[in-house]
C-alpha cells in the first residue's frame, strides 16, 4: 500500500523502472518525462533512458531504463567518488541549454513547501558543519532568500 502522502509507486525491474504517478496526477508524468528526454539528448547517459510514457492511463506512467550501481546513500565516500559526483551534478546542471531551459514550465507548486523544509532541516544539520562545506551550505542557504520564491513566476536568477 502507497502511503498517502506520495506522490508515485516505483517498480524497479532488472532492466528498467517504472514510475507510476498517484490518481491522475498527469502534470508530474509530463514533467518526469520532459526532464528524462531532455536529458537524453543534452547529456546521455548521465540519467536513465526515456522508454516509455503514458499520461492518459488511469495512473500515468513512465518508463525509464535501470542504471546500474549501488546507491552511495549511508556510505563513506572517496575523494574520487565525491568529484565523480561533483562533476556528474555539474554536466547535470549545465546540460541543456539556458534558450531551451528558460522554455521549460516552471513547477508551479511547492516552492513555499520547500522553503519551509528547509528551514525545519538547517537547525539540525548546520551546527555539525565547518569550513568550506560550512560556506557553501550557508551560500545556499542564502539564495531561497534572494529568489523571492514567495512571489509567483519564475525565482530571480534561475
Do not use: N
Amino acid at each position: 500500500m502507497t502511503p498517502e502522502h506520495c506522490t508515485h509507486t516505483v517498480e524497479l525491474l532488472p532492466d528498467r523502472v517504472i514510475k507510476r504517478f498517484r490518481g491522475t496526477d498527469r502534470a508530474g508524468a509530463a514533467r518526469e518525462w520532459r526532464a528524462l528526454t531532455l536529458l537524453a539528448v543534452h547529456a546521455p547517459g548521465l540519467a536513465a533512458e526515456p522508454w516509455e510514457c503514458d499520461p492518459a492511463a488511469g495512473e500515468p506512467v513512465v518508463v525509464m531504463s535501470r542504471l546500474a550501481g549501488v546507491p552511495m546513500r549511508g556510505r563513506a565516500r572517496s575523494d574520487a567518488q565525491v568529484g565523480a559526483l561533483a562533476a556528474a551534478l555539474h554536466r547535470l546542471y549545465t546540460a541543456v541549454p539556458p534558450g531551451l531551459l528558460e522554455r521549460v514550465p516552471p513547477r508551479p507548486d511547492l516552492a513555499g513547501e520547500l522553503v519551509a523544509r528547509i528551514h525545519r532541516w538547517t537547525p539540525r544539520t548546520r551546527p555539525g558543519l565547518g569550513g568550506p562545506v560550512a560556506q557553501a551550505m550557508d551560500a545556499g542557504l542564502a539564495w531561497p532568500a534572494s529568489a523571492h520564491l514567495d512571489v509567483p513566476g519564475p525565482p530571480a536568477g534561475s
